[in-house]
T-cell receptor, first 113, second 113 residues
Framework: SQQGEEDPQALSIQEGENATMNCSYK?????LQWYRQNSGRGLVHLIL?????REKHSGRLRVTLDTSKKSSSLLITASRAADTASYFC?????????????FGKGTMLLVSP | NAGVTQTPKFQVLKTGQSMTLQCAQD?????MYWYRQDPGMGLRLIYY???????DKGEVPNGYNVSRLNKREFSLRLESAAPSQTSVYFC????????????FGNGTRLTVT
């Protein structure tokens, strides 16, 4: 069953604009991770944010986490055509002492030159 | 440093045939995973191996078996392929569980006719 749900399903912007993607989830988490997938390739890890953190930055990426609203957002600033990809959030919960990731269905981002 | 390597990249099977998908990682990671990705469904966990010598079912294990051959290798076997198993299969590894980033292979595209 999907834990994280990304919104929007698809996003089309121009180069230089900012892109914001949101992720909502249902149960308590250990951490939340964001991944990027280019067409025909495997997923690439972007950022991990722990449940006691509220914001993390990595280059042009900014991730926020609001555990009271059970939601996270990924902001890509000054987007480039090379940012065109699908973006997935993955929530991490513990089950019998072991933690696994549950992925959402993703947001497809298209950045036009 | 190859990361996570999956073989084969593409495979076509007839209904009822069997095959094994191979996965190897060279990062000395303890945990390994098999996911399938279907259009509109995101990634769903089939099986995982928390550490060498252990395997556990994920969300969609029916029709599959796995073997953690050693620390490096984690194989996925389809004993009697069905059209519903047409999908893209991804292997991933992490240092330990979901509290560290997952590293993905580039996938095996399987079609069952």
């Amino acid at each position: 069953s999907q834990q994280g749900e990304e919104d929007p399903q698809a996003l089309s912007i121009q180069e230089g604009e900012n892109a914001t993607m949101n992720c909502s989830y249902k149960t308590s988490i250990n951490n939340l991770q964001w991944y990027r997938q280019n067409s025909g390739r495997g997923l690439v890890h972007l950022i991990l944010i722990r449940s006691n953190e509220r914001e993390k930055h990595s280059g042009r990426l900014r991730v926020t986490l609001d555990t009271s609203k059970k939601s996270s957002s990924l902001l890509i600033t000054a987007s480039r055509a090379a940012d065109t990809a699908s973006y997935f959030c993955a929530t991490v919960t513990s089950n019998s002492g072991y933690s696994t990731l549950t992925f959402g269905k993703g947001t497809m981002l298209l950045v036009s030159p | 440093n190859a990361g996570v390597t999956q073989t084969p990249k593409f495979q076509v099977l007839k209904t009822g045939q069997s095959m094994t998908l191979q996965c190897a990682q060279d990062m000395n990671h303890n945990s390994m995973y098999w996911y399938r990705q279907d259009p509109g469904m995101g990634l769903r966990l089939i099986y995982y191996s928390a550490s060498e010598g252990t395997t556990d079912k994920g969300e969609v294990p029916n029709g599959y078996n796995v073997s953690r051959l050693n620390k490096r290798e984690f194989s996925l076997r389809l004993e009697s392929a069905a059209p519903s198993q047409t999908s893209v299969y991804f292997c991933a590894s992490s240092v330990q569980g979901g509290n560290s980033p997952l590293h993905f292979g580039n996938g095996t595209r399987l079609t069952v006719t």
